[in-house]
């Protein structure tokens, strides 16, 4: 490897990350991870729940959570192919160089669930920015009590990180439950909403912190399941998504409400949320 | 086993007097089922009203050309069906369990005679069930957004 | 404040050759396509002597005045954003080299520059792009870079516009802070000459170095009267009382499917408007494919695309695109840089196609509050 280029420290200006491995995580790659390594030898540092913006030469750059464990090396993301740049991304192999600006926005306060049980509820590609925090409590298991991974998707073969979720299960001391929405031939598992798993209950509600990521209607759903079943709005934690540019809080792009989704989020505590979370095309 | 223990150990049955809670445990027993027994079948007549203290339990219908399809799963805490106590009293679908699961498993003709006896009693347990009802009906109804199937979830 | 003193109106050219000397690009007040416009000045015979420029709702004109003021004018189409937070910048180039991406930033235009003519809507407007592009956990360096060099020099409004509404704003029409120079023009049959106060010391070196005499108190007074007279002909009101929780808590008001009715999204009052500040950016790459380049643009609100995440616009509908800029501008803002977003200018009520009035608007749903028990 030649010297590395020295970076410049303004954040719009990518740095170097070669994919050392991309690999479909989902059929034949409509969900795929990468495992980046930087040029310049400097680890990226992050907390789980945070976003990098990813730049493709010349096609363009989406902001994408992490997906990694940020106690481990190596910056691990999980992209879904759906936009113009992500598409363009699933056909980036090993050995290529994309830039990463980051990482931005507010983390997952896992920390704060220290003596008491920690419920994470993902919905579909959710899993990916809550499985640092996974790592998170795994690495620090005796800090907490009941941790719990409830897990919706639509039918079994979009299960995201299956056979990591089979050794959570079998080997951690993780509860792990996963619910889709369709079953199908060869799924004995769950078949219903993420919400009945909610309701099913196990942890104490009033010593509980509750973290809860996917699509806006899921984590609505979710929160009003978390709610009734007793864990306070200030104990929920959601992920909120909004279109993105510059990631740090001048492209006016993010806004929900008073907050900028890139600087104030991505991660919001759900009672700062509540007054403008039911209001349509904020 | 404590019947009337495990009865108030259910969520389902929070905030029924004593008195009807003493009937409800007159009214049923523990049971406990293996792996694949069947605890509906359809068209059968609604004689028991399951309510699921372990293990997980499979909703199935049989669809012409498709087989059977599971619709959904239940487990603890939770009422398996409703036909017991609408007309004309049968199942609507099959279910089977998918684990080793317990229940406490109510004499349904009775609890709809005493239900019929004591308005008190019948409202009580009729507002549960409509509870879960509701719960269901929203729950298909989330299905039937298909949210997972759209783009969303954070930043992908 | 320092001593006010007076600039006759045929040393004004001495005044623009001192910015020169200092090394500044001088940018004034300029007729241009019917509309006056702000751009690189080179002498007073640039300014636009003897015109003025009417207002109203989706209506601008110039129009001839009967006297030969310089300043005779309010606000163009154009503000002076467009100098700190350029239309379009190129935010880095990437080239490849043997396997490896090398990013170059994009060259920032940050000679040094002096505003001639800012009102003070205007100056306020500064002040709050100032927050937002350099008051964050991150800096916007390229505005940093042209925002430190500039000099401004200041002009009093001494007569408001039909769509003015400073004085609801508390942004005008006197010039407070912010400003190196400040002027006020006084034009009669017998004289025409500028009071003129130093804001800074770099204006009083300034003022120093051109023709100046004391100013009398009567002098003073004639220009202090012109401020009052221009506070007292105010276009528009805005009632400002308890706004954001007003219009936080009408979120859902039927306003504003009524105003989507008459708005056609085109985004010609984010582009008008002084505080805006989205941006967008695009990618290009050169023929050969060796060459990208990242690209930063003015976007809007009112575009579709603003608030497309995969999947659709959350915004999709014209009533959600206007309530957001409206409650952004009045009401958002106090959370995000604790002050109002707008300045009360009225650009974008004039160069609003449709004629859509931000005053009225609030008028209607305060006409109408819908929220539950707290009025």
């Not at chain 1, 769950?190 to 973290?211: E, W």
Request: proline content about 5%; overall charge negative.
């Amino acid at each position: 490897m030649s010297a590395p280029a020295s970076q410049p420290l303004d954040p719009m200006i990518p740095r170097q990350f070669r994919i050392e491995e991309a690999f479909a995580e989902v059929g034949s790659g409509e969900v795929y991870s990468w495992r980046l390594s930087p040029l310049d030898g400097e680890p990226l540092r992050f907390a789980p729940g945070q976003f990098n913006m990813l730049y493709q030469f010349g096609i363009g750059e989406v902001p994408i959570s992490i997906s990694g464990d940020a106690e481990a090396a190596g910056l691990v993301h999980t992209l879904r192919a759906v936009g113009g740049v992500t598409k363009a991304m699933q056909k980036l192999e090993a050995g290529e160089v994309i830039g990463v600006r980051g990482p931005f926005g507010t983390a997952w306060p896992v920390a704060e669930a220290e003596g008491q049980d920690l419920v994470l509820v993902a919905g579909g590609i959710g899993l990916a920015p809550l499985r640092p925090a996974v790592y998170c409590a795994l690495r620090h298991r005796d800090r907490f009590n009941r941790v719990f991974l409830l897990y919706g998707t639509r039918q079994p073969e979009d299960i995201l990180f299956r056979e990591e979720l089979e050794h959570w299960r079998a080997q951690l001391d993780l509860d792990v439950y996963v619910t889709v929405d369709r079953g199908g031939p060869g799924w004995h598992g769950n078949v219903g909403v993420v919400t009945k798993l909610i309701a099913r209950g196990g942890f104490d509600p009033a010593n509980t912190v509750a973290m809860a990521c996917g699509p806006e209607v899921m984590m609505r759903f979710a929160v009003m399941a978390l709610q009734k079943h007793g864990v306070a709005a200030e104990r929920i934690y959601v992920s909120m998504e909004r279109n993105m540019k510059c990631a740090i809080g001048y492209c006016g792009h993010c806004q929900y409400g008073p907050h900028f989704i890139c600087k104030d989020g991505p991660v919001f505590r759900f009672d700062t949320l509540q007054p403008i979370f039911d209001v349509r095309e904020l | 086993m404590d019947m009337l223990a495990a009865i108030k150990a259910e969520p389902f049955f929070e905030g029924i007097p004593e008195k009807e809670l003493a009937l409800l445990a007159d009214c049923g027993e523990a049971g406990t089922f293996p792996t694949g027994a069947w605890l509906l079948r359809q068209h059968a007549p609604a004689k028991h009203f399951y309510l699921l203290t372990g293990g997980l339990v499979e909703l199935k219908a049989f669809v012409p050309q498709r087989g059977v399809v599971t619709l959904e799963t239940l487990g603890v805490h939770e009422p398996l069906g409703w036909s017991w106590l609408v007309p004309p009293y049968q199942w609507h679908y099959d279910a089977r369990t998918l684990e080793p699961t317990t229940a406490l498993v109510f004499d349904a003709v009775r609890l709809r005679h005493e239900m019929e006896a004591d308005h008190e009693f019948g409202f009580q347990l009729q507002r549960r069930v409509i509870d879960i009802m509701a719960q269901r009906l929203q729950a298909i109804r989330m299905q039937s957004l298909d949210v997972y199937g759209l783009p969303g979830g954070a930043f992908l | 404040m320092s001593t006010p003193a007076i600039l006759d109106r045929k040393d004004f050219d001495s005044l623009l050759g001192a910015l020169r000397d200092r090394g500044h690009e001088v940018i004034g007040p300029r007729v241009r396509d019917g509309a006056i416009v702000y751009d690189t000045v080179d002498t007073a015979a640039d300014l636009p002597e003897g015109w003025t420029d009417e207002h109203e709702g989706g209506h601008y004109r110039l129009k001839p005045r009967t006297d030969k003021a310089l300043f005779g004018y309010v606000v163009g189409p154009t503000s002076w954003k467009k100098f700190l937070f350029p239309p379009q910048q190129t935010v880095f180039r990437a080239t490849r080299v043997d396997g490896q991406l090398r990013f170059e930033p994009g060259v920032v235009d940050d000679h040094p520059r002096a505003f001639l003519g800012v009102r003070s809507c205007e100056l306020h407007a500064l002040a709050i792009q100032d927050k937002v592009f350099m008051a964050g956990p991150y800096a916007d360096t390229t505005y940093q870079q042209r925002r430190e060099s500039v000099f401004i020099i200041a002009v009093n409004c001494v007569e408001a516009g039909a769509t003015c509404f400073c004085v609801s704003m508390d942004t005008g029409p006197a010039v407070g802070a912010g400003h190196d120079l400040a002027l006020t023009e006084v034009i009669n049959a017998r004289e025409h000459y500028f009071l003129v106060e130093a804001g800074s010391n770099r204006g009083a070196e300034l003022l120093a170095a051109v023709p100046h005499r004391g100013a009398t108190e009567q002098e003073i007074n004639a220009a202090r009267g012109g401020v009052a007279q221009a506070a007292e002909s105010m276009g528009r009101k805005l009632e400002t009382e308890d706004i954001r929780a007003l219009l936080l808590g009408n979120l859902d008001h039927p306003h504003w499917d009524e105003v989507a009715d008459r708005c056609l999204s085109c985004a010609n009052c984010t582009l008008v408007c002084p505080t805006c500040f989205c941006s967008s950016v695009e990618d290009s790459t050169s023929l050969d494919g060796g060459e990208a380049e990242h690209t930063r643009h003015w976007d809007s609100c009112f575009n579709q695309d603003f608030s497309y995440i995969a999947g659709g616009s959350v915004r999709a509908s014209t009533a959600s695109r206007y309530r957001q800029w409206l409650t952004h501008k009045l009401a958002t803002w106090y959370d995000q840089f604790d002050s109002s977003g707008c300045v009360g200018c009225g650009s974008c009520i004039t160069w609003c196609p449709v004629g859509i009035d931000i005053t009225a608007e609030v008028a209607a749903i305060r006409a109408s509050d819908q929220r539950r028990g707290d009025r």
